[in-house]
């Protein structure tokens, strides 16, 4: 299997609770290309329940969307600027600076919840990403990100 985008964060940048490697408590969410997309698979537990039984609470959503779209930003950049993740080069890592996120019906507990990012565009440090989390194949969230390159 390819390595997933997260497998290329320097150690300092791998304490994230919902990505990093170096986080033994986290999701260790893992992210990859599928084509011009990209995407990320988890299959929360039942401690990550909601207020409706059987369904996903809004916070772990939003933060697989967020995790996700980060890891999104930085690979669009990387094959923006026709580089390769890992090529010893200065790491690109992005923060979130706005995420928007519409919960469009409960998310399914127990199944795999499939996340997908677009590239909307790249202006500098600037990268805008459109997302989507799907379980049961269904559309379960949207959200729109504003990720920010941060100076190394």
Not at 35 to 51: C, H, L, Q, V
Not at 122 to 142: E, F, H, P, Q
Request: aromatic share 10%.
């Amino acid at each position: 299997m390819t390595a997933a985008f997260q497998d290329f964060y320097p150690d300092e940048f791998s304490h994230c609770y919902g990505c990093g490697s170096q986080n033994p408590q986290g999701h260790h969410l893992k992210s990859y290309w599928d084509g011009e997309e990209t995407i990320a698979r988890f299959t929360p537990d039942a401690k990550y329940s909601g207020g409706v039984p059987e369904h996903v609470y809004g916070g772990m959503v939003a933060s697989l969307l967020d995790c996700h779209g980060t890891a999104s930003a930085a690979a669009f950049t990387y094959r923006a600027l026709n580089r390769e993740m890992g090529d010893g080069g200065d790491p690109v890592r992005f923060v979130t600076a706005s995420l928007k996120v519409d919960f469009l019906k409960p998310t399914p507990m127990g199944v795999e919840l499939v996340v997908r990012g677009k590239l909307r565009s790249i202006d500098g440090r600037k990268v805008w990403v459109d997302l989507s989390l799907t379980g049961n194949d269904g559309i379960c969230a949207k959200g729109e990100m504003l990720a920010i390159r941060l100076r190394t």
